[in-house]
């Protein structure tokens, strides 16, 4: 396991040469870390774009929508063609604002689930964000509130992370496992 630091200096190494749209998948655990090292790397990788998995969680899907990133986001961008997604505020049910990748661009995509296999991104560098249980879920019921950590976190979404994790094993598949302390 690598601390933060050294993982952004490992991704700019290894996308450096690459001329051409290029694909980081940041996936962990709920609450391990994710989004901001997420944006970590959008800040040090020139002209990047994250895109957040969240952004295609809709009512009445389990996770996230699989098929609208397909269709907005990599099929677009691996024809050369820019990617454009609409943000998704799952609390409200309402669309939020419009999202933009341009083609030739690093495209870091962060969320649970981010490097399931049935998406069939080619990535060029996958990363792990891992901390304990017990700090993910104590700043998931500090961000969302007792009644969600109740309602959706013990419900629904630790189930499914842990099916995700049991069956695919996306930590041991990981280039690069990092410290989301």
């Known amino acids: 396991m690598i601390d933060a630091a050294e993982a952004v200096r490992q991704v700019r190494e290894r996308l450096a040469p690459l001329r051409r749209t290029s694909w980081v998948g940041v996936d962990g655990m ?19 774009v994250v895109v957040h998995v969240d952004d295609f969680a809709r009512p009445g899907v389990p996770t996230w929508h699989h098929d609208l990133f397909t269709s907005q986001v990599l099929q677009p961008l ?6 454009r997604w609409q943000r998704w505020d799952l609390a409200a049910d309402r669309p939020l604002d419009w999202q933009h990748a341009p083609p030739g661009v690093p495209v870091v995509v962060e969320g649970v689930s981010a ?5 069939a991104v080619p990535w060029d560098l996958t990363v792990w964000v891992d901390v304990p249980a017990a700090v993910r879920h104590a700043r998931a019921r500090a961000r969302d509130g007792e009644r969600v950590w109740r309602e959706r976190w013990l419900a629904e979404w630790i189930p499914s992370e842990e099916d995700y ?3 695919q094993r996306p930590d041991l598949r990981a280039d690069l496992v990092v410290d989301g302390r």
């Open 30 to 48: 709920g609450a391990s870390g994710k989004t901001t090292f997420a944006e970590t790397l959008r800040g040090a990788l020139d002209g990047s």
């Open 78 to 83: 691996l024809a050369g063609r820019a990617a």
């Open 115 to 119: 490097t399931d296999r049935r998406l």
């Open 165 to 167: 994790l049991a069956q």
